[in-house]
């Protein structure tokens, strides 16, 4: 499957955040948010034949155990061609190759596409929680070593 992975780099963070908050709508970034975010982590953008079709953030690995969060999002018209598949195993292999020894991943309880996709990949649920004035659940799941 043909992926074109760009880095976000700060004319590109707009289209970041609207693909974000088109797939994540109960938690909405400003640009300020992204911007922020940018700094800290991998942002990334994917095209396939020059078409938007998703995005992806890698946290990088924190020590005590080198724990790097991985989330990749496609948008519903793009889903299910494998672009998903494609797009979180090379940001796997970015986030090893940074020095991660364990990847983690978070989802919303509501993408049913998305914890069907992580589940179908190896990741193990460990965390579900409701943040402050939100009303959806994350889950937090991991790849088992
Ligand atoms: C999770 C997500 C990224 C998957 O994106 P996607 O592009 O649909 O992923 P893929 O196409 O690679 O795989 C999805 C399913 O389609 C199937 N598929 C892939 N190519 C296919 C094809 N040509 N025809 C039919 N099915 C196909 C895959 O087998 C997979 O099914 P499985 O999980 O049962 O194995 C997308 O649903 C999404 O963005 N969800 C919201 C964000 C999210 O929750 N992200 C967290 C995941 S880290």
Known sequence: MPLDIVIATVPLLEEWRAVHNAIIPTDPLSAADVAERSA?????LGYDSGVLVGNATVRPPVDPDGVATVIVRILPEH????LGSAYLESE????????????ET???ES?????????ARGF?????YVL???TVAFIDLHLPE
């Open 40 to 44: 800290r982590n991998r942002l990334t």
């Open 79 to 82: 889903r299910r061609r494998g």
């Open 92 to 103: 796997l292999a970015e986030a090893r190759a940074t020095g991660a020894r364990r990847i």
């Open 106 to 108: 978070v989802v919303l």
């Open 111 to 119: 993408n049913a596409d998305g914890l069907a996709f992580a589940l």
């Open 124 to 128: 193990v649920e460990h965390d579900r």
């Open 132 to 134: 402050d004035g939100d």
